[in-house]
């Protein structure tokens, strides 16, 4: 196991509360929801500790905050712009590095519908000010940052924008983002952009002329370029015209789940051939299967599965998407900005209120490996899957 | 880190390294394809734009000289170390840009360790015409940061540690800085979001008065308001270092009163010895150092003068710096020298207006220079004042506080973590 040095800092701790700013109430990091502990045998837990002591974790996709108790507050929380770190339920996430995408599409700082200039400008620079007043986790901007932190019990923090949304049609505001710290960019979330096609689109016009340069423009800068969110024609076009590895941070299969949000097998093998890789998506009510449609680890262990035949487990990691929150309660709250309908659309299914087993970043990666180990993967190819993969596409694409 | 030469967009000799420093061939923005990705602009020789100045010493004192440069943290608490268009009819669209190119090679043949780097400060016209905007201080802290990220000699300073470690590595740590708080305009979050984004010091107002209290050029001095006294406290409590170099004398005053850490003049003299409103008065200087701070000389075209050398150079420079160091003891004194790579002079007729430069230099006659003789740029700075310290007597112990001593010592207070 990962032993972290953690401070037991509490966020904006810097500052008193009222009336420098509004406290929220947070949800607790640990012990919100039924903890969920895969079944395994002592001896398949000790192996367990093992590994995750002995590997580098990378998470390729997460929101490791916590949100209000009473989502009725969560516009007014969110248009504070004082979102709370979960430096606890970290600090037991068994995680080396981790991808934090922010507010993204509920970034509602300045306007309604979010991703604005200003709030991803905001949004980071509060957070960062937040993680400059402790030591556990500091910001990371290369794979070596990842070594580091394993080495001396810290984590790496890397700000992630799941769509360049905000950059409108300035490719310098990508220089701008990338002095700031942003090393991994979506080229569009749900909905279209000036760059390319998102999911809910009933056509794709694939990737636009002004995203092509983007895209140039993100290779020469050193980023990771994110297709998760995009129409299939625009992934494809992304990783054509991408000069470095593509990487699908978070999504799962289509052909286990027909929904948009989910990746048909050429747009992964794309991205595999590319050098890239897929993290496997954990959000509620994304990837399900026929077998698993109750959402939990095990429906998302069958998408893990399928990506690993399809493309080989060197192109596959974990991007679980979960917080220290009720992230299904979050889905309705902002169904409408997030697109949460067309993301949704295809086979119906059932409803659960929380992922058993992969409910949050403090209980995922113990299950994970729990899961591995009990369906008998060897230690070679779980260290693949919780770090190593995200290593060699981190250091080819980011410059160091 | 890509640190592959490319062909040099300016005349000049090449600078060479000193000592210890690490500078391995990176241009600006040579992650990009100029021409392409950027406009280029031809740029002023990084060295040798002016004869080069030597302080004049014997041979044990030059070694004795390099060898406190070498062995102790040097600090510049005031500096442009960017380069400007060679032709100044370039300036105001260079800078709308918003790519300005940073002195890299030159400040590998420096001696500095540490460098306090004001950004485009009241020049930063990217976006308006009258500068200071919000936007404008992001793009252009953002671009900066972004080519210091593609090299390994300079990286971006946070924290006290990161000054000791350049030092250790033969690196250069870079300090964010903002000559005025203006761009935060009412919102005390913008602090928190430009210390997040990097920002470790800010003064509380240029010249022109702003929501935080009364600049220098102002006939009447408001001191500090309420909103700057909250700005000056958020400040303290976030870890951004507070500069009043700028101010009129009654927010100065207010600013030291409020604030709970040592405060920075960064760039100044003292009006006791030339008398305009950009030179501080003795009990503001009195009362900074009462404080714990510390004030940086200021080098900049027609600042520092002194009744006895009307023709700006490193003696009146001096002059300054020993009568601050007689009022308020060598512990609280250092250099701001405010210099840059290209015409200093040029750019102040350039940007007169948007400087107020007519009211900051309001004040006795005097000579204009083309340049200020030994303190013309960073890299020449450093080793004359290390000369001139060491031709006047000064101890060693005297001559390491204000090199950087004494800096490092409020920003052990001052910078949280």
Redesign the interface.
């Known amino acids: 196991m990962k032993l972290k040095q953690y401070d037991a800092y509490t966020p904006y701790a ?2 008193e509360g009222d009336p ?2 509004r406290v929220f109430t947070p949800t607790p990091q640990l012990g919100r929801a039924p903890s969920y502990i895969i079944d395994v045998t002592p001896d398949e837990e000790a192996r367990v500790h093992r590994l995750l002591g002995a590997n580098i974790t990378v998470s390729l996709h997460d929101h490791p905050i916590a949100r209000p108790i009473d989502l009725n507050d969560y516009f007014d929380y969110r248009k504070q ?2 979102d709370v770190t979960a430096y606890a339920g970290l600090s037991v996430a068994q995680l080396d590095a981790v991808f934090d995408n922010l507010m993204d599409g509920n970034a509602v700082i300045t306007s309604s519908r979010g991703w604005k200039w200003h709030d991803v ?2 949004d ?10 402790q ?1 556990m986790l500091f910001l990371a ?1 290369t794979a070596q940052d990842i070594q580091v932190a394993k080495e001396t019990g810290r984590i790496a923090w890397f700000p992630a924008l799941e769509a360049a949304t905000p950059i409108e049609n300035e ?3 990508l ?6 710290g942003i090393r991994c960019i979506g080229v569009a979330y749900t909905e279209s952009n000036s760059l390319g096609a998102g999911l809910r689109e009933p056509r794709d016009g694939g990737l636009t002329v002004f995203g092509r340069q983007a895209v140039q ?1 993100m290779n ?3 980023m990771l370029v994110d297709v998760s969110h995009v129409g299939d024609q625009t992934a494809l076009d992304t990783v054509e015209v991408s000069e470095s590895p593509v990487i699908i941070t978070h999504a799962g299969a289509r052909a286990l789940w027909p929904s948009r949000r989910m990746k048909p097998d050429e747009v992964i093998r794309a991205c595999a051939q590319s050098g890239g890789m897929i993290g496997l998506e954990a959000a509620p009510h994304t990837t399900i299967t026929d077998r698993h449609p109750y959402h939990n680890i095990d429906s998302v262990m069958e998408h893990f599965e399928y990506c690993v035949n399809l493309v080989g487990i060197e192109h596959v990691g974990f991007g679980p998407d979960t917080m220290f929150a009720d992230h299904a309660g979050s889905h309705r709250v902002f169904a409408s900005v997030m697109s949460k309908d067309a993301s949704f659309a295809g086979k119906d299914h059932p409803t659960v209120p929380y992922v058993a087993g992969l409910e949050n970043p403090a209980e995922n990666f113990l299950n994970i490996t729990r899961w591995l180990v009990k369906h008998g993967y060897s230690d070679d190819d779980i260290s693949l899957v919780l770090g190593k993969n995200a290593m060699r596409v981190l250091s080819q694409v980011l ?2 | ?2 640190d592959h030469p490319t062909l040099g967009t300016d005349g000049g000799n090449s600078a060479v390294n000193v000592k210890g420093k690490k500078y391995a061939g990176y241009r600006s923005f040579s ?2 394809t100029a021409g392409e ?2 406009r280029e602009y031809r740029l002023a020789p990084q060295s040798d734009r002016v004869p080069p100045f030597e302080v004049v010493v014997d041979p044990a004192e030059e070694e004795r000289a390099q060898r406190l440069l070498e062995e102790n943290i040097v600090i510049s608490l005031h500096d442009h170390p960017t380069v400007q268009p060679e032709d100044l009819g370039d300036l105001f669209g260079y800078i709308r840009q ?2 300005q190119a940073t002195a890299f090679e030159a400040l590998g043949a420096s001696y500095l360790d540490c460098v306090f780097d004001n950004l485009m400060d009241g020049t930063a016209i990217i976006t308006s015409n009258s500068g200071w905007k919000f936007d404008d201080v ?2 252009d ?10 090299q390994s000699f300079v990286f971006h300073c ?1 924290t006290a540690a990161d000054v000791h470690r350049a030092k250790r590595e033969g690196r250069l740590a870079w300090v964010a800085a903002l000559e005025a708080a203006t761009p935060i305009e009412n919102e ?2 913008r602090i ?7 920002v470790r010091l800010m003064g509380v107002v240029y010249s022109e008065s702003n929501t935080l209290g009364s600049g220098l050029r102002e006939p009447h001095d408001g001191g500090l308001t309420v909103f700057g006294r909250a700005a000056v406290r ?1 400040m303290n ?3 951004v270092a507070v500069d009043v170099s700028h101010t009129g004398d009654r927010t100065a005053l207010d600013t030291i009163d409020v604030s709970t850490k040592p405060i920075f003049i960064t760039h100044a003299g003292a009006r006791a010895l030339w008398a305009t409103s950009r030179m501080k008065p003795d009990d503001v200087i009195r009362a900074c150092a009462a404080a714990g701070g510390v004030i940086g000389i200021e080098g900049a075209p027609h600042t520092t003068l002194t009744a006895q050398h009307r023709e700006h150079s490193i003696e009146s420079f001096m002059e300054h710096f020993e009568y601050c160091a007689n009022l308020v003891g060598i512990d609280h004194v250092a250099f701001g020298p405010d210099t840059m790579y290209g015409d200093h002079v040029g750019l102040h007729h350039a940007f007169a207006r948007h400087l107020s430069i007519a009211s900051s230099h309001q004040g006795p006659e005097f000579e204009e220079v083309e340049y200020v003789r030994g303190i013309e740029n960073p890299t020449e700075a450093f080793p004359n004042i290390a000369r001139w310290l060491v031709r006047h007597g000064y101890s060693d112990e005297d001559i390491i506080k204000v090199l950087g001593g004494n800096i490092l010592r409020v920003l052990d207070q001052v910078w ?2």
């Open positions: 810097y500052l420098a700013y712009g004082r400008l905001y980071l620079g509060m957070r960062l000010a937040d993680i400059a007043h030591s901007t490719l310098d505001r220089d701008v983002l990338y002095g700031f423009r020469r800068l050193g410059k160091s | 880190m890509t992650y990009l990705d950027y918003g790519r992001v793009l802290l953002g671009i900066r940061l972004a080519d210091i990220a593609h946070r005390l979050d928190d979001i430009l210390y997040g984004l990097g958020r409590q976030v870890g949280v973590k």
